[in-house]
């Protein structure tokens, strides 16, 4: 149990287009949803925090209109990345959390996007 | 279906104690394991793991890969109770499959 998924798994797009990229929780019901960006050396940056039916809560230093998060059902986010550039071309990986407080993140597999 | 298993799932022990945590993977076109570390939110890096055999080491950490049989290992010695987290691995894919795949984590936590 506990799977997450993404999709698409990977994304070629021209720049100046926008991107969406969708996390479900298939199996259960996620309170929370995280999106991350993995860095060159593996390192991944948290981007923000979303929960159901609110606004997410962005890291420092990144846009939320450039990467724009809706959280509308308890097993549903997307990452819409829009006007995209070549240094937005990076891996995507979304969590989720079954209820608050839960130190068990569940990991989609990740989505790449590349960035012409 | 790519999987990861971590095991256990929880640990706790005392301080200087050592402790071995597991990683076994099935996953399509391996390319390597990675470690992390969550402590709050975003998990932090610990080793990329590529080669069979071959040991990386940080300070009182260390990690080793077993190509054959598909596991790996992350040892912590004289453990403090700053190690206290939560220990991810992930198996990355590559080729027409890239993808990382997550272990749903060790639970560590080390008692004074």
């Known amino acids: 149990g506990a799977v997450v998924s993404q999709h698409p798994s990977r994304v070629i797009c021209k720049s100046g287009t926008s991107v969406k990229i969708e996390c479900r929780s298939l199996?259960?019901?996620?309170?929370?949803m995280f999106w991350y960006r993995q860095f060159p050396k593996q390192s991944l940056m948290l981007m923000a925090t979303?929960?159901?039916?609110?606004?997410?809560?962005?890291e420092q230093g990144v846009e939320k209109d450039k990467f724009l998060i809706n959280h509308a059902s308890l097993t549903l986010s997307t990452l819409t990345v829009t006007s995209a550039h070549p240094e937005d071309s990076s891996f995507y990986i979304c969590?989720?959390?079954?209820?608050?407080?839960?130190?068990?993140?569940?990991f989609g597999p990740g989505t790449r996007l590349t960035v012409t | 279906e790519d999987k990861v298993v971590q095991s256990p799932l929880s640990l706790v022990v005392h301080e200087g104690d050592t402790v071995t945590l597991n990683c076994s993977y099935e996953?399509?076109?391996?390319?390597?394991l990675l470690w992390y570390k969550q402590e709050k939110k975003a998990p932090t890096f610990l080793f990329m793991l590529?080669?069979?055999?071959i040991e990386k080491k940080s300070g009182r950490l260390s990690s080793i890969l077993d190509k054959k049989e598909l596991f790996s290992i992350l040892n912590i010695t004289a453990t403090q109770t700053g190690d206290s987290a939560v220990y991810l691995c992930?198996?990355?894919?590559?080729?027409?499959?890239?993808?990382?795949?997550f272990g749903k984590g060790t639970h560590l936590i080390i008692q004074p």
């Open positions: 979303s929960n159901e039916g609110s606004k997410a809560t962005y």
């Open positions: 996953v399509t076109n391996f390319r390597s």
């Open positions: 992930a198996a990355h894919s590559g080729g027409g499959a890239d993808g990382l795949t």
């Open positions: 590529t080669s069979s055999g």
């Open positions: 969590s989720a959390i079954r209820q608050p407080s839960s130190y068990e993140q569940y």
């Open positions: 199996d259960f019901q996620a309170t929370t």
